[in-house]
């Protein structure tokens, strides 16, 4: 039998054995128990549909993922062609299979000759994983095994696991299991709105880069094996450095020989426009964590990319590389990564994302909210956007509740059929790369009401 045969039911049921069985992520169980969590039950482009028919608008691509929107054939096709020929084998005892190889030449193909190798994982938590063993790995393979400090940022995410949680700079997440682990540590983030005070964003941008050389400096360089950060920051709230950021924190850690590695499991496989964040930032980073995008949320698949004096090391010099997850470059995931993967290109899906449906995104947003009282500024690019609450605009004060409010407009945008996400002070949006003009419109506008609403809220 299998879930099309079963009779449905009722959302209250549904419910209930949701209840009796789950604990839900970053949620408070108890509370969402009492609420009800929504049983969503189809998808189709960008739209979603709960058990009771209503439908939504999936303004976060479920979560940064579903890059080519849901019930793509091509997908489908991909993994059930797959599963016939070959359901699954692993890439221990010395084999491999076609799905893996065949991917791993399209995504370098996309990446270009300075990257060589790549590890493939089931999310982006194992990827960081992943990263932080084979940083070490890499340091003692090149004869200084003293370089073990990893240094991540405050407010950064890079997954759920104990070493990914301990690389995200998250403090609620750290007081849950004794974070971090020994030799993890953390730097300032690029958050100008919040942090910048009197410095323009391009000058506190320049100060929060080198709070990484003032770490790295105290440590000593010979302790530090590597910088990791998102080229801009997802779950922490959709920050976007300012510019010349990322270019001190290149020329950084080539002073200082740390490997700089970018956390691309949200920014990758076009969300920015252009097919990797780091791209769109202008720096080259040594190693990138991938998922997400990679199968657009199909089926689970990350990975952990090389570049060629990493990868080549590892080969050359490293002997055995210790490491190996049972579903690794997966044969029924690689097919549909490699299926995705030829949506996003050979459907222009990326390059309209940059030159169209990108910045017609961006522009509705500004227009929408430049002159909203609760709104201080709009920052994004491309297919993601963060729309920052300020108490004043001129001081750029934060309202002291400033999450409740979020979260209160993201409420209410649920509530009118658009799903969206609050991160402290900011509502966030990622929808599907297949949306049009029509249905961008229909999300700036939602928002809109939802942010409205708020501000009644607020006046009482």
Not at 405 to 415: I, Q
């Amino acid at each position: 039998m299998n879930a099309h045969d079963l009779p449905q039911r009722s959302t209250r049921d549904y419910q209930a054995s949701d209840a009796a069985h789950h604990l839900h992520a970053f949620v408070d169980q108890k509370a969402l128990n009492a609420e009800g969590p929504r049983v969503m039950v189809r998808g189709e482009g960008v739209h979603l549909w709960d058990n009771d028919g209503k439908r939504y608008l999936d303004g976060m691509s479920g979560l940064w993922c579903t890059n080519v929107g849901y019930g793509r054939k091509e997908l489908v096709d991909a993994a059930a062609t797959q599963m016939k020929e070959l359901s699954y084998y692993n890439m221990f005892f010395h084999t491999t299979h076609p799905s893996v190889i065949n991917l791993s030449e399209k995504l370098f193909s996309l990446l270009g000759d300075r990257f060589s190798h790549v590890v493939y994982t089931n999310s982006g938590s194992e990827s960081n994983e992943v990263l932080i063993r084979t940083v070490r790995r890499f340091w003692d393979v090149m004869g200084k095994p003293q370089k073990k400090v990893l240094i991540g940022r405050v407010n950064g995410y890079h997954g759920s696991t104990v070493g990914s949680a301990s690389l995200g700079g998250m403090a609620f997440m750290h007081e849950m299991g004794d974070l971090p682990i020994p030799n993890i540590t953390h730097v300032d983030e690029p958050y100008w709105y919040a942090n910048g005070g009197d410095l323009t964003p391009e000058a506190f941008g320049k100060v929060a880069a080198q709070s990484l050389e003032r770490k790295i400096l105290e440590l000593g360089a010979d302790k530090v094996a590597a910088f990791v950060a998102e080229p801009f920051q997802g779950a922490g709230g959709m920050i976007f450095p300012p510019d010349g950021y990322w270019q001190e924190i290149e020329r950084i850690c080539r002073q200082y020989d740390v490997l700089l590695c970018a956390d691309e499991v949200i920014g990758g496989f076009g969300r920015t426009g252009e097919w990797f964040a780091h791209r769109h930032f202008g720096f080259e980073p040594d190693l990138i964590c991938i998922a997400k995008g990679l199968t657009s949320g199909y089926v689970p698949m990350g990975g952990l990319i090389m570049s060629r004096r990493v990868g080549e090391a590892l080969v050359e010099r490293g002997g055995v590389y210790a490491h190996g997850l049972t579903y690794s470059g997966h044969p029924v995931a690689a097919a549909v990564a490699l299926a995705n993967l030829d949506v996003l290109d050979r459907g222009g899906l990326v390059e309209r994302t940059r030159t169209d449906t990108g910045p017609y995104l961006q522009k509705a947003l500004r227009d929408a909210f430049a002159d909203h009282p609760l709104i201080g500024e709009v920052q994004g690019v491309g297919a993601v956007a963060a729309i920052q609450f300020a108490k004043d605009k001129t001081t750029r004060e934060r309202f002291a509740n400033e999450a409740d409010l979020t979260w209160h407009s993201r409420s209410v945008g649920f509530d009118l059929g658009v799903i969206v996400r609050s991160t402290n002070g900011r509502l966030i949006v990622a929808p599907p790369l297949v949306i049009e003009h029509v249905q961008i419109d229909e999300l700036v506008d939602k928002m809109r009401q939802a942010v409205d609403a708020t501000a009644k809220k607020i006046a009482g």
